[in-house]
């Protein structure tokens, strides 16, 4: 028969999951701790113990000296409250508290601990290993956990094969749904949330990441032709970029085979381009019917 006390929940910083391997109890017993004053602090009135033992009471806990243990809670409270939290099941706390565990059962409730401390309040997310190997050494963050000393068990679940384990263990008992196909990382969810939804989402994700990539390719293709015709546009006229004269200064000579020079009116040699010859005799033909209408008027 279930206990009021089995749907609650509680609910601390992963920094705290730090040296379960060492001593399972005593990270319990902070948590509890932890859990209690920080429910009590969102409890109305000014007095500490009063919220606290509130708090207590609640999740099921009989703090033996109250004085200790709101002392205790506090101070983790004002050095972890900004950490990213996770919670669990009072009963899976107490299990742990109570009883014996191999280091398998102690690394399963840490990869637990870290996906719900990645998962938040939302049904499901993406995440990868890495992440989660981190949060279940008490690390906010992968660069954080990478500064740290090298650690046996740590490094042992840092391996494919560890993780891979662990998470089929969470998935067989402990509720946990994956999902992976061809893509960097996987999308986790507890409870409700079924495996085709994980693969709609996956699916979803997918399409609009090409349709991302296409608009990013095709924006980059854009700004780089108009970066070019800038370069061109803005290119000053010289000897290898000479501007071609007006119609009213060509010289009437034959048609232009080769570049070269000729005296403007003002007296001013200027270049001009190679002119094809159909283009030649075409300007010459639009010389003569210029001269010829000036004549008759």
């Given at each position: 028969?279930?206990?009021?006390?089995?749907?609650r929940?509680?609910?601390?910083?992963?920094?705290?999951?730090?040296?379960?391997?060492?001593d399972?109890r005593?990270?319990?017993?902070?948590?509890?701790?932890?859990?209690?004053?920080?429910?009590?602090?969102?409890?109305?009135?000014r007095?500490?113990l009063?919220?606290?033992?509130?708090?207590a009471?609640?999740l099921?806990?009989?703090?033996?000296?109250l004085d200790?243990?709101?002392?205790?809670?506090?101070?983790?409270?004002?050095?972890?409250?900004?950490?990213?939290?996770?919670?669990?099941?009072t009963?899976?706390?107490w299990?742990?508290r109570?009883?014996?565990?191999?280091?398998?059962?102690?690394a399963?409730?840490?990869?637990?601990?870290?996906?719900?401390?990645?998962?938040?309040?939302?049904?499901?997310?993406?995440?990868?290993?890495?992440?989660?190997?981190?949060?279940?050494?008490?690390?906010?963050?992968?660069?954080?956990?990478?500064?740290e000393?090298?650690?046996?068990?740590?490094?042992?679940?840092?391996?494919?094969?560890h993780?891979d384990k662990?998470?089929?263990?969470?998935?067989?008992?402990?509720?946990?749904k994956?999902?992976?196909?061809?893509?960097?990382?996987m999308?986790?969810?507890?409870g409700?949330?079924?495996?085709?939804?994980?693969?709609?989402?996956?699916?979803?994700?997918?399409?609009?990441?090409?349709?991302?990539?296409?608009?990013?390719?095709?924006?980059?293709?854009l700004?780089?032709?108009?970066?070019?015709?800038?370069r061109?546009?803005?290119?000053?006229?010289?000897?290898?970029?000479?501007?071609p004269?007006?119609?009213?200064?060509?010289?009437?000579?034959?048609?232009?085979?080769?570049?070269?020079?000729y005296?403007?009116?003002?007296g001013?040699e200027?270049?001009?381009?190679?002119?094809?010859?159909?283009?030649a005799?075409?300007?010459?033909?639009?010389?003569?019917?210029?001269?010829?209408?000036?004549?008759?008027?």
């Open positions: 028969m279930e206990t009021e006390n089995e749907s929940f509680f609910t601390f910083p992963v920094t705290l999951l730090r040296g379960v391997f060492t399972h005593t990270v319990m017993l902070r948590i509890i701790c932890f859990s209690c004053y920080n429910l009590g602090f969102s409890l109305d009135g007095d500490d009063i919220r606290t033992r509130k708090a009471k609640y099921g806990v009989s703090p033996g000296k200790a243990f709101v002392s205790s809670g506090r101070k983790m409270y004002e050095e972890h409250q900004f950490d990213p939290k996770t919670s669990m099941a009963t899976i706390v299990d742990y109570n009883n014996e565990k191999t280091e398998f059962q102690l399963s409730l840490l990869a637990f601990a870290a996906i719900r401390s990645i998962l938040q309040v939302k049904a499901h997310c993406k995440t990868n290993k890495s992440l989660i190997l981190a949060r279940m050494f008490g690390y906010n963050t992968i660069k954080a956990m990478e500064a000393l090298p650690c046996p068990y740590r490094d042992k679940y840092r391996k494919r094969w993780m662990l998470i089929r263990e969470l998935e067989h008992n402990w509720g946990l994956t999902f992976s196909d061809h893509c960097r990382g999308y986790v969810a507890f409700k949330v079924d495996y085709k939804t994980l693969a709609r989402v996956h699916e979803e994700r997918k399409i609009k990441t090409k349709e991302i990539t296409l608009r990013k390719q095709k924006k980059e293709a700004d780089a032709a108009r970066a070019e015709l800038n061109e546009l803005a290119t000053p006229p010289g000897d290898n970029n000479p501007v004269p007006p119609a009213d200064h060509l010289p009437p000579a034959a048609p232009f085979t080769q570049p070269g020079h005296q403007s009116s003002h001013t200027r270049s001009y381009w190679h002119i094809s010859e159909g283009v005799e075409a300007m010459e033909e639009m010389r003569k019917r210029r001269n010829d209408s000036l004549n008759k008027h």
